[in-house]
């Protein structure tokens, strides 16, 4: 026996059966005919078959051998949440930018867009987002601020928006430093300066609100202001056509790049 290694004995219950059955044959045979004893005692172990192994512990070789899978079930059980935090902190992604855009606090890579990134754009920086698993898409204009709060959430500190939500895809939520706007499916635009927030709206319904949570219900040709200087929203009238030719061009300019990406030869002129 080598060291480290531990003879353990545990009772065979096959081994005292056969040791009790050539007991009884050599009282019964012994005074009679070796012959018939030897018979007996051979029938006997073909009967009970081979004797068993005896077994060698070591000490210590089960929870080894129990370590590494552990180890690996371990290692799964822990990189499902951190995979599903992961999955779950992205909240969008950069489509197109083009200029002075910059983020801060992205996601996974450069393009990838989490909970809490902010959105900064200069004097020639312009981009073109999706949120929330395209459910959202969000044109940000030159000179703008937009924190991601959440998903389905966002706080434009100053520039401007505009901004498609898929019709019944559920809530969508801008807040400013005047008040609130709240949509479920709509296409909006929102503009914010040191005095005021101005909402206008193209298709849908939109909520809005003050500081104060004085709200108004939007619908299209109508928009709203949202200020300091009064505890209500004030509604105007809209023009037909509000969507702003900035974004309009912004997604021209972000559809002919996809194209360009993926058909060069038949990618449509950029526009100016």
């Known amino acids: 026996m080598k060291p480290g290694q531990t003879d353990t004995f545990q009772p065979d219950p096959d081994m005292d059966r056969l040791l009790r059955e050539v007991g009884d044959a050599w009282a019964e045979d012994s005074c009679r005919s070796s012959e018939r004893f030897m018979a007996s005692f051979d029938s006997t172990l073909r009967r009970l078959g081979p004797a068993p192994r005896r077994e060698t512990v070591r000490p210590g070789w089960t929870w080894r051998r129990w ?19 992961q999955q779950s902190s992205v909240t969008g992604t950069i489509l197109f930018q083009e200029g002075d855009l910059v983020v801060q606090g992205s996601g996974r890579n450069s393009r990838e867009l989490a909970k809490g990134s902010l959105i900064s754009s200069g004097e020639d920086g312009q981009g073109y987002l999706s949120l929330d698993r395209d459910r959202i898409n969000l044109f940000v204009q030159r000179e703008t601020e937009v924190t991601l709060t959440s998903s389905d959430s966002i706080r434009l500190a100053r520039g401007e928006i505009w901004v498609r939500v898929d019709p019944g895809s559920g809530f969508f939520g801008v807040t400013t430093p005047h008040g ?61 056509d509000i969507t702003p030719s900035w974004a309009e061009d912004l997604f021209g300019r972000a559809a002919a790049s996809r194209a360009e990406a993926f058909f060069p030869s038949a990618a449509p002129p950029h526009l100016p």
């Open 67 to 85: 370590l590494l899978p552990a180890l690996a079930v371990a290692a799964c059980v822990l990189g499902i949440p951190v995979f599903l935090y």
């Open 180 to 240: 609130f706007v709240h949509v479920q499916g709509t296409t909006f635009g929102v503009r914010v300066s040191p005095e005021e927030t101005q909402v206008e709206i193209a298709a849908g319904k939109v909520l809005v609100g003050t500081e104060k949570n004085r709200t108004l219900a939007l619908t299209p040709g109508t928009g709203a202001n949202l200020s300091y200087v009064s505890d209500d929203p004030v509604p105007h009238e809209s023009r037909e």
